[in-house]
């Protein structure tokens, strides 16, 4: 049976009436970052993506590389989800859940061997033990940037452990290390796994759920016992917290992004913020951690408390924030497009007269920073693990 079969109603609520292409509150506030740069049309915005996938349930369409190649052109941002208010016939309440559908329509591909040519890439390397990464690095340097800092591996004794990631441990370290310096100085005992593997949120969004049940069951395994687990990447955070438990995977243990452990010391006193930094900032929501899950509040509570910074938030934001352009193995596809749409947060940022733009993703950094160089833009970025490592006194 195919994947997409299982979301059917899912399909057959949508009424078309585009609001995932714009919609109009206090603004008109463009919905779809792939649609804005990509020519407009419909098959690359949900609406359209649902009329494929309609067509392939009637048997009206086959999947083929033509449709994988456009369901390729999507970040799974859920942009469109929010702005959706249509009633879901498979849960009774509003928002038809495109994403989803998207992700099972991918997991069709990977299933018939019509996964884009990137994609198997990222699959085979992720796959292979000498590396357990995207990024094809060798898995023997993934601890290159803790060998200075003293870090413990876990023994299976610990009950806070920090899981760090493919992208902080190989490409966005400044976001690791710093982590790993704020647990420090504020002295709470972590540990971190010696043989992480890539939590699977690559191989889940391009269609390779299988792969992502092998990682989980590792990475799970390898957790038990613990009580707490910790991830500076919003990525990460959410794969454990929420895809695994869907997939049928018991997570016993609390998994928190670091924003949200930073915020929980901040109300606790612990988190002694003191050092003034003198800048207007604005904050970019992620979203696998924002729409995603949630949270929109933790970082802001803890950019709010550090001295001398002026937090000014950029339209639009929050449930509605744009997309970095770096999820959901778009990058992958086309980085040229990829960094366009993150130039367009940097013109948000401009617009409210911020100085610096701060996130709390690797990915985002990732892909913020390269719009940045890309446009020779004078607005700074840091990782929220930045400003508060700062503000302690480093």
């Known amino acids: ?91 009774g309440n509003p928002k038809i859940d495109a994403v989803t559908v998207i992700e099972a ?35 023997k340097d993934r601890w290159k940037w803790a060998e200075e800092l003293d870090v413990k591996f876990r023994d299976g ?46 191989s889940l969004r391009t269609g390779a759920r299988k792969q992502v049940e092998e990682l989980a069951e590792h990475n799970v395994g390898l957790l038990e016992g613990a009580e707490r687990v910790i991830s500076s990447c919003a990525g990460c955070a959410r794969t454990f917290r929420k895809d695994y438990p869907e997939m049928g995977i018991e997570v016993p243990f609390e998994v928190l992004h670091i924003s949200e452990f930073l915020s929980e010391l901040l109300k606790e006193g612990k988190l002694p913020l003191k050092k003034e930094i003198h800048k207007i900032i604005t904050y970019h929501d992620p979203c696998h951690i924002g729409r995603h899950m949630g949270v929109y509040d933790e970082p802001r509570d803890v950019l709010k408390a550090i001295p ?25 596809s086309d980085p040229k497009i990829s960094v366009e749409i993150a130039a367009d947060r940097l013109e948000h940022a401009k617009e409210v007269g911020a100085e610096a733009l701060t996130c709390s993703c690797p990915f985002c950094m990732r892909n913020l920073t390269d719009a940045i160089k890309e446009t020779n833009s004078d607005i700074d970025f840091y990782d929220i693990t930045q400003l508060v490592l700062e503000s302690l006194g480093e």
């Open 1 to 91: 049976m195919l994947e997409l079969e299982k979301y059917r109603r899912n399909v057959y609520s949508c009424v078309r009436c585009g609001i995932c292409r714009a919609k109009y509150d206090e603004n008109v506030r463009r919905v779809c970052p792939i649609r804005e740069h990509s020519g407009g049309f419909d098959t690359h915005y949900a609406k359209g993506r649902i009329v494929i996938a309609r067509g392939i349930l009637e048997g009206e369409l086959e999947y083929s590389n033509g449709i994988a190649d456009v369901l390729a052109y999507c970040t799974t941002c859920a942009n469109c989800v929010e702005a959706c208010s249509a009633v879901n016939m498979m849960t």
């Open 105 to 139: 329509m991918r997991a069709d591909l990977f299933n018939l061997g019509l996964t884009p040519k990137g994609w198997k890439t990222v699959h085979s390397r992720i796959g292979r033990e000498d590396m357990r990464n995207p990024y094809g690095e060798p898995k």
């Open 157 to 202: 004794g610990s009950s806070l452990v920090y899981f760090v990631g493919c992208t902080s441990s190989y490409r966005q370290t400044v976001i690791a290390t710093d982590t790993v310096k704020i647990l420090k100085k504020l002295n709470i005992p972590f540990s971190i796994l010696k043989d992480e593997w890539c939590c699977g949120s690559p």
């Open 308 to 332: 001398g910074i002026e937090l000014r938030e950029m339209y639009p934001t929050r449930e509605n924030a744009w997309c970095c352009g770096a999820g959901g193995g778009f990058r992958i």
